[in-house]
């Protein structure tokens, strides 16, 4: 499954993971975009609530540069460096560098808008 990112003005590609929250935010992409306004943590990623709840699948991991993770099953976590926490995969950004993506996502608070277009 593939969805797009789009980081201002910036439409990225993304593939989904094969598990239950990816596909439950497929459907609800299915139903309209969703817009996400996401601010830094802790030095490795932007994060911001989802508009509802997804199915945890967490799992002790290590997310790095351009992870798509679910935290807590209602927070959207983009990762530009790296973290170990118990987390949910929801896909990853390709074509696109770390250093890249850190720059597109600036400092301070950024709009994401997550797409099926």
């Known amino acids: 499954m593939e969805i797009f990112v789009s980081i201002n003005g910036e439409k990225l590609r993304a593939n989904l993971a094969q ?3 990816a596909k439950a935010l497929y459907k609800e992409l299915e139903k309209g975009d969703i817009i996400i306004n996401a601010s830094d ?8 609530k989802l ?24 927070t959207f976590v983009l990762a530009y460096d790296i973290n170990s926490w118990s987390l949910t ?6 074509g696109i560098s770390k250093d890249e993506l850190k720059k597109l996502l600036g400092a301070g608070s950024v709009e994401i808008r997550l797409s099926l277009k």
């Open 19 to 21: 598990n239950s929250s």
């Open 41 to 48: 943590y802790g030095g490795f990623e932007k994060n911001g």
């Open 51 to 74: 508009p509802s709840p997804l199915p945890r699948n967490d799992e002790q991991i290590t997310m790095q540069a351009c992870d798509i993770i679910l935290y807590s099953g209602q």
């Open 89 to 94: 995969r929801l896909g990853r950004i390709e």
